[in-house]
């Protein structure tokens, strides 16, 4: 890409980026793996959820189950942001905390103004850590406000990263799309989460359990035994006249 090009050159003409470069690689494997894992694990959770749905065999929804989804995805939330304040720190340590002359490209991040990163860095750190607070404790009655905060931070991010930071680059389609639907990922995922935790807690209160999943199969069987039923009921009228 042309904005690695540009920035091959500049760290040969920086005389940190022997130093630097390694850190830089490591942080964006860091949330490399934090955005894509969110993403793929999603994909898994959801099939899983349509797979149980499909076939009448689905788990009894506990909040067990939902914490430990929670815990998950909050880590990767924790991890992109810690990934994002370090990454940010290092390039505004060494290149200065205004506008880059040329974007610092470490997928996923792309920085053209290390200020902007480190502070939406520092917030997802903090909805990561919350998160993780809701699902070791017993705080689950706020876990509605918590989604809320969620998707309150994917609008932060699209602001100050995915826009601001991404836009000023002069590869804002290309780029931007992938960071939108990687970002998207990385918040919705500890929402629904987080959603479904609220729920079962007021089945909770309610004192009543959760119900299984139930699935076309299951469907199918009931609606066949009623069929059935009324053959035997049809056939036992037939018989007495």
Same mark, same amino acid.
């Given at each position: ?11 040969q003409?920086?005389?940190?980026s ?5 850190l ?6 860091t ?6 894992a ?12 349509l797979?149980?749905?499909?076939t ?5 929804q506990?909040?067990?189950?939902w914490?430990?989804?929670l815990?998950?995805?909050?880590? =990767?939330v924790?991890l ?9 720190s ?8 205004g506008?880059?002359?040329t974007?610092?490209v470490?997928?996923?991040f792309?920085i ?6 480190i502070a ?25 406000m918590?989604?809320?905060?969620? =998707? ?16 000023l ?13 990687l ?9 629904y ?15 009543s359990s ?5 699935g ?6 009931s ?5 059935n039923? =009324? ?5 036992s ?5």
């Amino acid at each position: 890409m042309p904005a690695q090009a540009a920035l091959l050159e500049q760290q040969q003409q920086n005389p940190f980026s022997t130093d630097i470069e390694p850190l830089l690689i490591m942080q964006g494997l860091t949330g490399s793996i934090a955005v894509c894992a969110a993403l793929q694990g999603g994909q898994f959770m959801f099939t899983n959820i349509l797979l149980g749905y499909t076939t009448g065999k689905g788990k009894v929804q506990s909040t067990t189950l939902w914490r430990g989804r929670l815990y998950f995805f909050a880590f =990767l939330v924790l991890l992109k942001g810690i990934s994002e304040v370090v990454i940010g720190s290092i390039i505004k340590d060494h290149l200065g905390g205004g506008r880059l002359a040329t974007p610092v490209v470490e997928p996923p991040f792309v920085i053209t103004k290390a200020g902007l990163v480190i502070a939406d860095g520092v917030w997802v750190t903090l909805v990561g850590l919350i998160g993780l607070a809701i699902a070791g404790g017993n705080v689950t009655r706020v876990a509605a406000m918590y989604a809320g905060l969620c =998707l309150f931070t994917l609008l932060i991010q699209l602001a100050l990263y995915d826009t601001a930071s991404v836009g000023l680059a002069a590869m804002a389609i290309p780029v931007g799309s992938l960071q939108v639907v990687l970002t998207t990922a990385l918040m919705l995922m500890p929402a629904y989460a987080a959603g479904h935790l609220d729920v079962l807690e007021d089945f909770t209160e309610m004192g009543s359990s959760p119900k299984p999943m139930i699935g076309a199969a299951s469907s199918s069987a009931s609606l066949e035994d009623r069929m059935n039923g =009324l053959r035997g009921d049809a056939a036992s009228v037939e018989s007495t006249v």
